[in-house]
């Protein structure tokens, strides 16, 4: 699955980098910036879904090791 949509993916940004240089060579400026923008905004919601991954991951990642520290320090305290 993963090879298959990278694969389409990679066609997908050379058919949209082929449109801007087209459109640049035949005068269509507005619809060659659209592509770029449009290239920028996937861009910046690729960043966006990275960092918010990266946030849960923190997240639980302080929490599982807090709950571990806290077990802990019960285990120990029923010991004393």
């Known amino acids: 699955m993963k090879k298959i ?4 993916l990679l066609v997908a940004t050379l ?3 082929a449109a ?3 459109c640049f060579y ?5 619809q060659a910036y659209f592509l770029i923008f449009i290239i920028l905004a996937v861009l910046f919601a690729m960043g966006q879904v990275a ?8 997240h639980r ?3 599982e090791r807090r709950m571990h520290e806290e077990a802990e320090r019960y285990r120990h ?3 004393d």
Not at 5 to 8: A, H, K, P, Y
């Open 51 to 58: 960092n918010l991954n990266n946030n849960v991951w923190l």
């Open 5 to 8: 949509m990278l694969r389409v």
């Open 20 to 22: 801007i240089v087209t």
């Open 15 to 17: 058919l949209i980098l």
């Open 77 to 79: 305290e029923r010991e």
């Open 61 to 63: 990642n302080s929490y």
């Open 26 to 30: 035949l005068g269509y400026f507005m």
